[in-house]
């Protein structure tokens, strides 16, 4: 089991940029998938952003391609999620996940691919 701490969230005007972090402890850090959903209010989660364990191979979901950016920080133990050029629409819960072993592509955009979740962080976007 890992436990996740997320963080850095808040209000943000648009245009403007974010970085979000999460904290993970419980496993050895680096070698399963870790990701990044969230959800808006009255909206299904959604895919943001993933890392493979044991590989920079990145992905991300459409609506973010281009904005953000997902990194490790191995010696630190966190993921980061850099958010450039928020919209309103980003506006959500943002949540950092866990998952296990090497799932393909497509199940890393699935939330129930991954079984630790950390509390979430709000992200706001607004003038």
């Known amino acids: 089991q890992v436990q996740l701490i997320e963080s850095g969230g808040g209000l943000v005007q648009p245009g403007g940029s974010l970085r979000l972090s999460c904290a993970a402890s419980?496993?050895?850090?680096?070698?399963?998938?870790m990701a990044w959903f969230r959800q808006a209010p009255e909206k299904e989660r959604e895919f943001v952003a993933a890392?493979?364990?044991?590989?920079?191979?990145?992905y991300y979901g459409d609506l973010v391609k281009g904005r953000f950016t997902i990194s490790r920080d191995n010696g630190k133990n966190t993921v980061y999620l850099q958010m450039n050029t928020l919209k309103p629409e980003d506006t959500a819960i943002y949540y950092c996940?866990?998952?296990?072993?090497?799932?393909?592509?497509?199940?890393?955009?699935?939330?129930?691919?991954?079984?630790?979740w950390g509390q979430g962080t709000q992200v706001t976007v607004s003038a």
């Open positions: 419980g496993r050895t850090f680096g070698t399963y998938p």
């Open positions: 996940a866990a998952g296990s072993g090497s799932p393909t592509s497509l199940y890393l955009r699935f939330a129930s691919t991954y079984t630790d």
């Open positions: 890392l493979r364990g044991n590989s920079n191979m990145k």
